[in-house]
């Protein structure tokens, strides 16, 4: 179909399609690609800011591992899982600002995963901001924390600087 589409992986593509649907933009191949563009850039920058802050990436992470993490869903959305705290986390959820489906942010602070955290599968909270994520396309962990302030510190800022400079990608796009 087009340029950018074709280098995301196909499970990822199906999620394109289907923002697009809701987007307000015209469903068209021209609008897909659009979006497609508009991820890939997401992706890049989600890579080099988890770089940039000492972080790196996991495929997976137990439930109760205490270490929070910062994620990247199939769909762009960003969520920022803190460490947890007594048996709960501070969870904030972005969207990608374009979907029409789904609150432009939510945060909980007395979070509980009801599942795993793992590259291609959905997260699920028994409480959270949200029920349930689309299918996680990346995970990054925080290595290098002294405390769990500090841990909480990188993520926030990690989370804050992604999340502007996703908007400023979601501008590139023009929504009717």
Do not use: C, H
């Amino acid at each position: 179909m087009g340029t950018f589409l074709d280098t995301i992986p196909a499970e990822v593509q199906v999620q394109i399609k289907d923002i697009t649907k809701t987007s307000g933009l015209e469903y068209n191949d021209e609008s897909i690609e659009m979006m497609a563009q508009a991820w890939v850039e997401k992706k890049n920058i989600f890579e080099e800011k988890i770089s940039e802050f000492g972080m790196s990436e996991t495929d997976f992470l137990d439930k109760d591992d205490e270490r929070g993490a910062l994620l990247m869903t199939n769909s762009g959305s960003l969520l920022n899982i803190g460490p947890m705290i007594d048996g709960k986390r501070e969870v904030e959820y972005t969207s990608i600002g374009i979907r029409k489906d789904v609150p432009a942010s939510a945060s909980n602070v007395n979070s509980v995963l009801a599942s795993d955290i793992e590259v291609n599968q959905a997260l699920d909270f028994e409480v959270g901001p949200v029920s349930s994520t689309s299918n996680i396309f990346k995970i990054a962990v925080v290595d290098d924390a002294e405390s769990i302030e500090d841990e909480q510190e990188t993520l926030k800022s990690a989370t804050m600087i992604i999340t502007d400079e996703f908007m400023d990608v979601n501008k590139t796009i023009i929504v009717k």
